[in-house]
């Protein structure tokens, strides 16, 4: 695919999903060659400055920019590790950025394997209160403590086990005394793109666990382990991220090399095993790649 326009888009947004390793990024930036895309983050951890190795950002190995071969793109690396962010103040960065990108006559593309990201922009989210910082620390210091306590304190249909959307029930149950799940049966509101032509980047199980094994190495030549110091010298979470939690716990001295790079592997696939799941029970693509995509796929795209 050489240059912009080559063919007439039908579509005011694109969302490229698909598994970890998929190849999700590159085929994006393909695409938005084709089409003056702007590419926009939708990975709850690729929007974190510092950790783009452990990440998989595709700013890994690159300076930070604004834009990657002329190709803009967008909440990347912007925020520190020192700050917090839900799904509601996600939503209002992404209204602002598919408002800058449509004046600028380009076509929002957005790429990333975050779930409950995607879920918002497509359907939106119910309202829900303002939390306190102090409740907002309170919950994230019962979930770094126990996490299993914590979660008893919490409905059984919450059936969430992420650390940060344990964090998150909690903190609104401490705040108001409702749990989360009420919240949630509320309307939505708030989604941004319900329309966006949705494309599934699926390759088989056995392609995904090999791209997962030959890309760790290449996280930890480029600076993962740095990255993990960065970590604990800021006091993020650990466990929102597959990856930082392994490089973290040898850092401490807590496991070998080995069982470090073992325990990463084994985790990222059994995180894939679940994207595939949610995107097979939870989002309904236009288009589905089986593959591991190349420039030509593009031509797939209605």
């Not at 998929?22 to 695409?31: P, Q, T, V, Y």
């Not at 890994?60 to 690396?77: K, Q």
């Not at 995904?208 to 960065?230: F, N």
């Amino acid at each position: 695919m050489t240059g912009y326009n080559q063919f007439t888009m039908k579509h005011d947004a694109y969302i490229i999903a698909g598994p970890t390793a998929s190849g999700k990024s590159d085929f994006a930036h393909a695409l938005a060659r084709c089409i003056n895309g702007v590419i926009i983050n939708c990975d709850s951890v690729q929007i974190y400055r510092g950790i783009e190795n452990i990440s998989a950002s595709p700013f890994a190995g690159r300076v930070l920019s604004d834009e990657i071969d002329g190709i803009p793109y967008r909440l990347f690396s912007v925020l520190p590790l020192t700050e917090q962010i839900s799904v509601s103040d996600y939503l209002n960065l992404v209204r602002q950025e598919c408002d800058v990108a449509r004046r600028a006559g380009r076509t929002p593309i957005f790429v990333g394997g975050t779930g409950y990201y995607i879920n918002a922009l497509i359907n939106g989210i119910s309202p829900m209160p303002d939390v306190s910082d102090e409740n907002r620390r309170r919950a994230r210091e019962m979930v770094v403590a126990d996490l299993d306590a914590a979660r008893k304190m919490l409905p059984a249909e919450f059936s969430a086990t992420d650390p940060q959307r344990v964090a998150r029930a909690l903190e609104v149950f401490f705040e108001t005394g409702r749990h989360l799940t009420d919240y949630q049966s509320a309307p939505r509101v708030g989604a941004i793109v319900p329309n966006a032509y949705r494309i599934l980047i699926n390759p088989d199980a056995d392609l995904l666990r090999h791209r997962i094994a030959t890309r760790i190495p290449k996280m930890l030549a480029g600076g993962a382990m740095d990255e993990a110091r960065l970590i604990i010298n800021s006091g993020w979470d650990e466990n929102r991220a597959i990856g930082a939690a392994q490089l973290c716990r040898f850092i401490r001295g807590e496991i070998s090399e080995s069982e470090c790079i073992e325990n990463w592997v084994t985790k990222t696939n059994q995180y894939a095993k679940r994207q595939r799941t949610w995107f097979r029970t939870q989002y309904n693509p236009d288009l589905t790649i089986l593959h591991t995509p190349t420039d030509a796929d593009v031509d797939l795209v209605q």
